[in-house]
């Protein structure tokens, strides 16, 4: 079983800054890519960035979070961040960290764990 919390979340103005952070307890952390993913309201979750270490520290990012976004992972605090910038109301969203074994996935559905979710608002 592994544990995922998640902070950082609140209330930012349209291009203000945020950094999400989620700290995973209970198995070896270097197993797992872990993931953003968020959910807005009334639409679906979505992938957000994601940090592999089984095949190589390497970084993804969905196409419309590149160069906004960055995801970070420091495996010595079993964390993974999510550096935020240049905040549009459209990113408002409750954003959750995702785990699963081995090779990241950008599909909720192959998570295998998540945490309880950490609400952004970008007010415009």
């Known amino acids: 079983q592994v544990l995922l919390v998640e902070s950082g979340g609140g209330l930012v103005q349209a291009g203000g800054s945020l950094r999400l952070s989620c700290t995973a307890s209970g198995r070896t952390f270097t197993n797992y890519a872990l993931g953003w993913f968020r959910q807005a309201p009334g639409k679906e979750r979505e992938f957000v960035a994601a940090a592999s270490w089984s095949y190589g520290n390497i970084l993804y990012y969905a196409d419309n979070m590149k160069g906004r976004f960055t995801i970070a992972r420091d495996n010595a605090k079993n964390t993974v961040y999510l550096q935020m910038n240049s905040l549009k109301a459209e990113d408002t969203a409750v954003y959750y960290c995702?785990?699963?074994?081995?090779?990241?996935?950008?599909?909720?559905?192959?998570?295998?764990?998540w945490g309880k979710g950490t609400l952004v608002t970008v007010s415009s």
């Open positions: 995702a785990a699963r074994t081995g090779y990241y996935s950008r599909n909720s559905h192959d998570q295998e764990y």
